[in-house]
């Protein structure tokens, strides 16, 4: 194999990279060196950089700037397929966060994931990548859901997720009324034909219904009054059939049937003139990065199926829902504004009149990632550049029009020194 030399001068990035080298080889051994190497600035390690948790849990990022500067740009970083690829870290991904970091450089996670609290799914995304992290700087793609306090005291069905996880997280986000699918089919198991498959399951994680189903008498039935799709649906068979129950029922009374469907004297033939429940989807993801070597399915495939299901049942009405998660505006609005609340207890009020110019989105999906940072306006006048790197969800070739990435990037290192020489930044 060719010897590859780091060209010199060496600054910056390289630099935090030879010396993350150097304390690993004293720390831990040749064992544990990534080998770094330099060819048209690529980084190339064979495994992520191996560290004490005591070493990295002291180090801090809130200290002074160096020679008092204040970057006036910043980060968003994708997580699956960006920082980690299922529980694995991307090689460069420690390094890369840990310099910035280390530099205090702010940046955000903004991921279409989900189905944990955010407190959980940060300390597990530190864990693996050892680096310092908390939610002060960390978007999920139910996240936002947090701010809908209007419906905190309604009754709303959230679907997706593992067991009860998602149910958990709404209620952490204030809504005091969470019914799940599996709720409803262990108190009713006749909603479903094969509830005798999925019971099991369901029944230790079930909770009591806050009503019963019981169409009779629609004043004491089970009433939702919104629905929530937070993560991937892992039932797709029961999830899609209840959502269809409510979508055709009266006023979101489970059981009922509203006498408006189908009638064509009424807009959208009657579908959806009835008060029925409002249905939210987190993230529109058709492919994420998981484990195996081709994306899999996501939360956006229940979604289109979802949809057929739909037009087959009401011969093609329209049907309104709201998608969150990227690449949608009101997503990387709230971004923004975390990205910016962070940076301001890092560097105060100063951060206030030294303006965030530029933010760079590092993704692997060009359909979520780079078109939300290509197509997203700020309010604040800032501008997004996208970054896709080749590590998850993008296999090569051209991206469609909108979804054209800035700069196509090999892995999470690479977009980050490229960002930085974009931005000028000499650290």
Known sequence: ???????????????????????????????????????????YTTRPLAAK????????????????????????FDIDGVLLRSSTPIPSAHEAL????????????????????????VADVAEKLKVPLDTSMFVQSHTPFAEMTDLHDKTILVAGGDGAKCASVARGYGFKNVVTPGDILVAHPEIW???????????????????????????????????FVYNDPRDWGLDATILMDLLLSSRGVLGTLSPKNNDRSLPNNGYLQDAQPHLYYSNPDL??????????????GFREAFNGVWAAATQGASLDMTVMGKPYQPTYEFAE???RKYRKTLFGSTGLNDPL??????????ESDIRGANGYKSPYGSEW???????????????????????????????????LKDAGWQG
């Not at 060209?7 to 040749?30: C, E, H, K, W, Y």
């Not at 492919?287 to 956006?300: F, I, K, M, N, V």
Request: glycine share 8%.
């Open 337 to 339: 504004r975390l990205l």
């Open 1 to 43: 194999m060719r010897a590859c030399v780091l060209p010199r001068p060496v600054r910056g990035l390289d630099l935090f990279l030879q010396m993350a080298a150097i304390g690993a080889r004293s720390a831990f051994g040749t064992r544990a060196i990534p080998k770094i190497a330099s060819s048209c600035s690529r980084i």
């Open 385 to 419: 550049r996208s970054c896709l790197v080749e590590t998850g969800v993008y296999a090569g070739g051209e991206a469609p029009e909108g979804a054209r990435p800035d700069v196509v990037s090999r892995d999470v290192g690479e977009a980050v020194k490229w960002a």
């Open 193 to 227: 034909p094969f509830a005798n498959v999925f019971r099991e399951h369901y029944a230790p994680l079930a909770s009591p219904l806050p009503k019963p189903i019981d169409p009779s008498n629609p004043a004491n039935s089970l009433q939702i009054d919104a629905m």
């Open 98 to 121: 840990s310099y910035l970091q280390q530099q205090r450089i702010p940046f955000i996670l903004l991921t279409n994931g989900g189905g944990k609290s955010e407190e959980e799914r």
């Open 287 to 300: 492919w994420w990065a998981a484990s195996y070597h081709l994306p899999r399915l996501g939360q956006g």
């Open 53 to 76: 948790t005591t070493q990295w849990q002291r180090r801090s990022f809130q200290t002074a700037p160096p020679a008092g500067r204040i970057p006036d740009f910043a980060f968003a």
């Open 357 to 366: 110019r530029r933010v760079y989105m590092v993704g692997d999906n060009p």
